[in-house]
């Protein structure tokens, strides 16, 4: 093969790149509602669903968040991708469709944190499915969503448990 072949030369990006820009918005906004979560938990599991759930899961989403920005201004050269403001503006937009962390209970957090990361992941393979199809996905960019839905696809299970435990008591 040639390399020339292997570059992604008709990939399109301008088509993709609303894609990749979603992409980021999206999951600021999951690593917001996290960060609210952490800081809001309450009931008897408080000190563990602070520090081990939602602590670990915001600081993780905020560890991705980072490199996904990175990689996207790497692969479509375009410091645009990076806008705060835009970003920010986007990622409230998606935080209003899910219900506030501040005026939930313990199990109410949990459940909704759940259903929350659950329709991540479906819109994590949608994505894929997106660049993909207009030609973008490199091996590392295929790799790094791949990651981030087997880690996530993990908090899926921590916060089923939670819930579980909540529900016991």
């Known amino acids: 093969m040639r390399i020339e072949e292997h570059c992604g030369c008709d ?8 894609i990749m820009s979603e992409y980021i918005a999206t999951t600021r906004a999951l690593h917001l509602w996290f960060h609210g979560a952490h800081n809001v938990t309450r009931g ?4 563990g669903d602070h520090v081990h759930i939602y602590g670990e899961i915001y600081t ?8 996904l920005i990175e990689k996207a201004v790497g692969l479509f050269n375009d410091e ?7 970003i920010t503006a ?18 109410a957090i949990a459940a909704s944190g759940k259903s929350l990361l659950k329709a991540y992941l479906s819109f994590l ?3 894929y499915d997106e660049l993909k199809e207009h030609g973008v996905v ?3 960019l295929e790799d790094f969503i791949s990651s981030a839905a087997n880690k996530y696809e993990g908090y899926v299970y921590l916060l089923q448990q939670r ?7």
């Open 138 to 140: 490199t091996l590392g």
């Open 163 to 169: 819930e579980k435990s909540e529900l016991q008591n």
């Open 90 to 107: 986007r990622a409230a937009e998606v935080l209003k469709e899910y219900p506030s962390p501040s005026s939930l209970s313990a199990l």
């Open 125 to 127: 393979q949608h994505t």
């Open 44 to 47: 008897v599991g408080f000190a």
């Open 60 to 67: 993780n989403i905020q560890d991705d968040i980072d490199g």
């Open 11 to 18: 990939a399109d990006h301008e088509k993709a790149k609303p």
């Open 80 to 86: 645009m991708l990076a806008c705060p403001t835009a």
